[in-house]
């Protein structure tokens, strides 16, 4: 191996373009093309038969009983949660994206958070069912960076106490929990996102999997409450899927299953290179279960690795190599959340928040810039102290 001085110390970088941290697996085909242009000749834009068809194909795929398509997973969990009639707390974790949280905010609900586990990064059972109070209406799961929650446990603590759970699937379209089982026919809800950075990605759109009778009121609560007739029954929103939307959508869902393997092929690459460095820590999946990898996720633990995270990413940076620090800062400690209740202790989201570290990833990512991050990583390792100078 090339023993190479990294870009941040005077070095060459080990690219000369920036690298991007994720990019949109799409299906580009003419098919595709052929049906964008048969729907703008119809004037059928939005909430049309390419939607209507793309609900059922992924309520096939993941085998719900029914799926309503959304402009968004946020406008997703904030009608779920409108439609459930939630007054209240709701317990979450901290250690999730924005939207999570803000769904409770833009429905009155006061946020609750829970400590995750440390290996799985996920709602700890334990943790969610002692932050549940005489208030608590519902419990919010995320299957974080695309791993499934432990949604066994955690639904039969909100049965217990007769309340939902409400699952934020964003990061988990194609996923397995434990039992072998789609992600999408847990809870109440989930709610899918089909955004730019998901894994199964649309251009902006949502997916709430879930049964036939709150179906149905979504799909009046996405069209401003109105069941048809101009008499709006109850609060809703503009929460349409394009019709554009629903045709990438349909093409790529058959291939999504051979995108994701290989995804799951290369993070699995990753963690075979990246797992002899001291300092490195992953994510654990549950046994049996699959991720999506929607992120892969590092965790630097700058005693054994020489340098802070924080370092580790500008070193990164100086090599061309773009990173994000999901999920920092966490909900509790983000400004919109201030008037959330500050008296919980959340050791594990603080500690992850202080060390996790988003490499690239996308389905389609030549294997040869997971070699390239790698060899980065290997370098800045190797270099450590006088790196380290650098922060001092
Ligand atoms: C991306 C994301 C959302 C929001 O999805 P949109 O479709 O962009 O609204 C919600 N929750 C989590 C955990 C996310 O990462």
Request: overall charge neutral; charged content about 20%.
């Amino acid at each position: 191996m090339t023993r190479r001085v990294p870009a941040i110390v005077g070095g060459e970088p080990i690219r000369p373009d920036l690298m991007r941290l994720v990019s949109p697996t799409l299906e580009v085909g003419d098919p595709v093309i052929e049906d964008i242009r048969a729907m703008l000749a119809s004037g059928e834009i939005t909430n049309g038969r390419h939607v209507a068809a793309f609900e059922r194909q992924v309520a096939e795929y993941l085998g719900v009983p029914d799926v309503v398509a959304v402009s968004s997973a946020t406008a997703g969990l904030m009608m779920v949660l409108r439609c459930l009639g939630l007054s209240g707390e709701v317990v979450l974790p901290s250690f999730t994206f924005i939207a999570s949280g803000q769904a409770l905010l833009w429905n009155g609900l006061d946020p609750v958070f829970a400590d995750v586990g440390a290996a799985t990064y996920t709602l700890d059972p334990e943790r969610a069912d002692a932050a549940m109070g005489s208030r608590c209406a519902a419990l919010l799961a995320v299957h974080t960076f695309g791993s499934p929650c432990d949604i066994a446990a955690l639904t039969a603590s909100a049965t217990a106490r007769g309340i939902p759970v409400v699952v934020d699937a964003a990061h988990g379209f194609g996923a397995r929990y434990p039992d072998g089982t789609n992600v999408g026919g847990g809870g109440t809800a989930e709610v899918f996102s089909l955004s730019p950075t998901k894994p199964f990605a649309v251009g902006e759109g949502g997916l709430v999997a879930t049964g036939r009778d709150l179906a149905a009121e979504l799909r009046i609560a996405r069209n401003y409450g109105n069941p048809g007739n101009y008499d709006s029954l109850f609060l809703g929103l503009n929460g349409r899927m394009l019709e554009v939307s629903a045709i990438i959508g349909r093409y790529g869902l058959p291939e999504l299953p051979s995108w994701l393997r290989r995804r799951r092929r290369l993070a699995q690459r990753y963690r075979d290179n990246l797992g002899r460095l001291p300092g490195i820590g992953f994510q654990h999946i549950p046994a049996g279960a699959q991720s999506v990898h929607k992120d892969f996720v590092v965790t630097v633990e700058a005693s054994a690795f020489g340098l802070h995270r924080d370092l580790v990413a500008a070193a990164l940076a100086a090599e061309n190599i773009p990173t994000r620090t999901y999920f920092a800062p966490p909900l509790h400690r983000q400004t919109s959340f201030r008037a959330t209740r500050k008296d919980v202790e959340l050791p594990v989201t603080d500690w992850l928040a202080a060390r996790t570290l988003t490499l690239p990833l996308y389905s389609h990512m030549p294997e040869a810039l997971v070699d390239q991050v790698c060899e980065a990583i290997h370098g800045i390792h190797r270099h450590a102290e006088r790196i380290a100078e650098l922060g001092r």
